[in-house]
């Protein structure tokens, strides 16, 4: 079990990002958008097991949208359980229901913590 300040300083027990990058083609833009939404938010995710945040990118350099799901993680355990427990499903479903419209890659990075003066 982590202290109990940990709580309040979530840039200490969240050491990994975890990151779903998505090209969306623009016109299944909002059709996409709304799927991943119902997916992730409309399940009940566990609070304290993830939080994940959605991004659009403003300056893309890709044709079309690109957004960014991002899930800070404690390991990669947590980053596998996200993925096997509510990203394969949702990606599995946006291949079917939009053959090449929609292309994503996912990275891990690790937070780098520096001690400023």
Known sequence: MQPFFYMFLPYIRCMLLYNITLIIEMDSENDVISRVKDTLWGEKLPSTDFLP??????????????????????????????????????????????????????????????MLT
């Open 53 to 114: 945040r959605l991004l659009k990118m403003q300056d893309s350099q890709h044709e079309g949208s690109t957004y960014s799901l991002q899930l800070q993680v404690e390991s990669e355990s947590d980053m596998l359980r996200f993925r096997e427990h509510h990203l394969r499903g949702l990606q599995s479903n946006l291949e079917i229901d939009f053959p090449g419209k929609v292309l994503y890659f996912e990275s891990l990075m690790e937070y780098i913590i520096e």
